[in-house]
């Protein structure tokens, strides 16, 4: 799926720090329910992704500020 902060300091530096390359899309997970998603657009955003009624749910909880 993708790459694995959890056992890194979640910082201002870390995440400025985070880049993808071509067109693909990438998530990173912070904590458990907890991800990055890194658009190719350059945003970032905080995503929290769950199971309700046996369905794969995701919500976006905020935009990263650059």
Known sequence: MGTNLETKKITDSVIKSLKITGKEKKWIR???????????T???????KYYFNNKHKKITL???AV
């Open 30 to 40: 912070i904590e458990e329910n907890l991800y990055i998603h890194l658009r190719n």
């Open 42 to 48: 350059s945003k970032k955003y905080f995503v929290s």
């Open 62 to 64: 905020e935009k990263y």
